[in-house]
């Protein structure tokens, strides 16, 4: 049995020819009765015919529904995973940073103690930075500068977090804004009888630097966890960032961050923000991400 078979049968009786009439025909043709039977049951059934000997049937299968479910669940957890390790990450990053200024700051009181005990023995600090409690301090902090003088003395250092740590001969112990000079802490040029103001300014000035850094520190983690939202919605949209900026979910990725700006059409896209501390800080489809000097244009960092 095979396909024109099956059309002739069907014209036949769609022109008004009966079954039995179309029975003696296919007789007179040669075919048995059981040829006829199953021909006017395949037409009349709508069943598709059997493959000759020799031809292969072909089936397709689609993709069980429990598999596409399954791998939308994966899919999803993975983006969890990678979005909470992120922030982890971020988080001990900055845990981390925080405790070592904590232990360079121990390690700088600790030469303030050494360097008393040090004039107490020769009655002056000359000398002071080339002792061996400078030596070893300078092991755990590299950076550190030391300068002394018969009646004076300075030691600071960079810490993790960028600020910067200063004792003194003259009493002085904390964070300043900038590396010191010569053998105070305080700014030069600031006048003796103002030191306390001094300080409270040093102190004001070092605050704000720091919610600054803090703040650039946030916004650029916030513009890197963005990339997975972006990439999620370049999947779901035909591979396109077309609309991401004005979505729902673009509008909730950038809701956090003040001064953004947002930019995507086709296969590109481009997100910066202008940072606290100077420059910019910009990702975008190419899959860079970074600080940059100048403000980014077009779709592309």
């Known amino acids: 049995m095979d396909q024109k078979q099956i059309d002739y049968v069907t014209a036949e009786l769609a022109r008004g020819v009966s079954p039995e009439e179309l029975r003696t025909t296919l007789l007179g043709a040669g075919y048995t009765d059981v040829q006829i039977d199953a021909l006017l049951q395949v037409v009349a059934g709508g069943i598709s015919p059997i493959p000759a000997a020799g031809e292969q049937g072909i089936v397709k299968k689609g993709m069980p529904t429990w598999v596409t479910v399954l791998l939308w669940i994966v899919a999803g957890l993975i983006v969890i995973i990678v979005l909470l390790g992120g922030v982890v990450l971020g988080s001990l990053n900055i845990a981390r940073d925080s405790a070592n200024s904590a232990s360079d700051k121990t390690t700088l009181n600790n030469l303030r103690n050494q360097a008393e005990i040090y004039f107490n023995a020769d009655s002056s600090f000359a000398g002071f930075c080339e002792s061996s409690a400078v030596s070893l301090a300078a092991v755990r902090l590299p950076n550190i500068v030391c300068v002394d003088s018969v009646e004076l003395y300075r030691v600071s250092a960079r810490l993790q ?4 740590f200063c004792i003194a001969g003259d009493g002085f112990l904390g964070e300043v804004v900038t590396q010191p000079t010569g053998l105070s802490c305080e700014l030069p040029g600031a006048p003796d009888n103002s030191a306390e103001a001094n300080i409270i300014g040093l102190q004001q000035e070092e605050d704000a630097d720091l919610v600054g850094r803090q703040s650039d520190q946030a916004d650029a983690q916030n513009l890197q966890f963005m990339r997975f939202a972006v990439e999620i919605y370049y999947d779901e949209n035909n591979f396109a ?7 729902s979910e673009g509008r909730s990725a950038l809701e956090d961050i003040e001064g953004v700006e947002c930019f995507a059409a086709g296969p590109a896209y481009r997100v910066s923000k202008e ?6 800080y910009c990702i975008d489809g190419t899959g860079t991400a970074g600080r940059f000097d100048t403000s980014p244009i077009g779709l592309s960092c």
């Open 241 to 247: 960032y077309s609309g991401f900026c004005e979505s």
């Open 275 to 280: 940072l606290v501390s100077g420059g910019y």
């Open 161 to 164: 977090d960028g600020a910067y």
